[in-house]
């Protein structure tokens, strides 16, 4: 059973910077295409894709976070990771990362129905 365990997730004040990091046990396909992303959520609100990267290594962000965050994956520590920069209180929300075998290369964050691997879910809270 593949599991992906997000940490990293606190509180931080505006302006200010976290580091998430999602590890997978074990790597979550044997075939090498597949799409790995982090979306967010805030209570009574749809789960809302932030970034994802793709086979190929290439990104794509959601608008309101373009320039402030950073994904990236080390194939080999199995690790997913979302450096971001410049938080504001918009910000705040549960976050989850995600594994999807249907999507390869993307040109923006894919929808949330086309991840069928998530993980538990880490807090973000940014004060003004």
């Known amino acids: 059973q593949v599991q992906l365990t997000e940490s990293g997730g606190g509180s931080a004040q505006a302006g200010g910077s976290l580091r998430l990091s999602c590890v997978s046990s074990?790597?979550?396909?044997?075939?090498?295409?597949?799409?790995l992303g982090w979306f967010r959520q805030v209570p009574g609100k749809e789960r809302e894709g932030v970034a994802a990267i793709g086979t190929d290594g290439k990104p794509a962000y959601a608008y309101s976070v373009k320039g402030r965050f950073t994904i990236s994956h080390d194939k080999g520590e199995r690790t997913l990771y979302l450096q971001m920069d410049s938080l504001s209180p918009e910000d705040t929300g549960t976050y989850y990362c995600?594994?999807?075998?249907?999507?390869?290369?993307?040109?923006?964050?894919?929808?949330?129905?086309?991840?069928?691997?998530w993980g538990q879910g880490t807090q973000v809270t940014v004060s003004s």
């Open positions: 074990p790597y979550p396909y044997k075939h090498s295409s597949y799409c």
């Open positions: 995600a594994a999807s075998s249907s999507v390869a290369q993307i040109l923006s964050v894919p929808a949330a129905s086309w991840f069928d691997i």
